[in-house]
């Protein structure tokens, strides 16, 4: 079975058709993040360039019932072929419309942007990171890169030291509120796969700690066991030993979330070329009261939408598992 975030990008030169080109950058662009690794987008390819759909078949109704993160997904996959786009000589523009969620216009270039290429490496590098980061501060110079990106973007914000205890408690009492939730957990469960397992979606048992045969349990002690108070335990303390937490904000609106994603995507693509890993705490925007705690505590203009931990960790092993482009374009 090919690897997906093996890319032989010596293969694009070969393509003279513009529909190949296209299906070749899709490539990169599904290797974006996703809840629960749903992958909900699907792309059709125009002679403009692509059209970005929200696919709502994939869809989360109890964790994100206002698709909320779905569309943040959609906004990290039109990043990635952006940069896949830049790095091939391509400029591209986002038209954002309401179904498709968005427009990517196409056209070759000896200029593409430099800021966008600058990223491309990092595409089959990122990967979410959920084990435990080393208890040591970001270094100054990947610090000030992190710095200046975030304050480039109005969407974006660093946590505060006096603000972080809190926010741990906050995303701890989340824990404890989402995984006492039996439907929660059965459809968390329902994207749970073995370690062994080949579809091409869905969280191996492993990213949560599960090993071997022990995997093929997992989805059954999800649904019927409420780990809350021992995952609340583990992920406060993942986001009080982190080096950093970074907000990202915007309205709740469809075109301001699909930007949200693509501004998330190109600070996960700049931590990655970095060396610094993250993860996503994000239960506490999961519930509507402890939202509207964080969005006072964190003080952005906008309601949040994403928290992140970032520091230094050992690389991840095992990458999430992709749909091939052909199951998701037309």
């Not at 505060?160 to 989402?178: K, M, N, T, Y």
Request: hydrophobic share 40%; aromatic share 8%; glycine share 4%.
């Amino acid at each position: 079975m090919n690897d997906p975030w093996r890319i032989d990008e010596s293969e694009f030169y070969e393509l003279d058709d513009p529909r190949a080109q296209k299906e070749f950058l899709l490539r990169y662009a599904v290797l974006a993040p996703s809840g629960h690794n749903t992958q909900p987008w699907s792309f059709r390819l125009t002679d403009e360039g692509v059209e970005v759909y929200a696919d709502t078949t994939r869809r989360l109704p109890v964790a994100d019932p206002h698709d909320r993160e779905l569309l943040i997904s959609v906004g990290a996959a039109i990043t990635n072929f952006r940069v896949a786009a830049a790095h091939f000589g391509f400029d591209t523009n986002v038209l954002y419309r309401d179904r498709p969620a968005a427009l990517i216009t196409m056209r070759e270039t000896c200029a593409p942007d430099r800021s966008l290429r600058a990223l491309f490496t990092a595409i089959t590098q990122r990967h979410t990171n959920r084990g435990s980061f080393e208890h040591r501060p970001i270094d100054p110079e990947a610090l000030d890169c992190i710095c200046t990106l975030v304050e480039s973007s109005e969407m974006t914000r660093c946590v505060l030291p006096q603000e972080s205890e809190r926010i741990a408690e906050l995303v701890e009492e989340a824990d404890h509120r989402l995984l006492a939730d039996e439907a929660w957990r059965t459809e968390l469960a329902e994207w749970v796969r073995t370690n062994e397992s080949t579809a091409g979606d869905g969280i191996p048992a492993e990213a949560f700690g599960i090993p071997g045969p022990l995997s093929a349990f997992a989805p059954y002690l999800l649904r019927n066991i409420d780990l809350g108070d021992a995952r609340g335990r583990a992920d406060r303390t993942l986001a009080q030993e982190a080096a950093g937490l970074i907000v990202i904000s915007s309205d709740d609106d469809r075109p301001a979330l699909v930007q949200a994603g693509e501004t998330l995507e190109r600070l996960l693509l700049t931590l990655t070329s970095l060396g610094v890993q993250y993860s996503f705490l994000n239960q506490p925007v999961q519930v509507p009261e402890l939202r509207r705690e964080l969005w006072d505590l964190v003080r952005t203009p906008k309601p949040p939408q994403v928290l992140l931990r970032i520091g230094y960790a050992q690389p991840v092993r095992r990458a999430m598992p992709r749909r091939p482009v052909s199951s998701v374009s037309f």
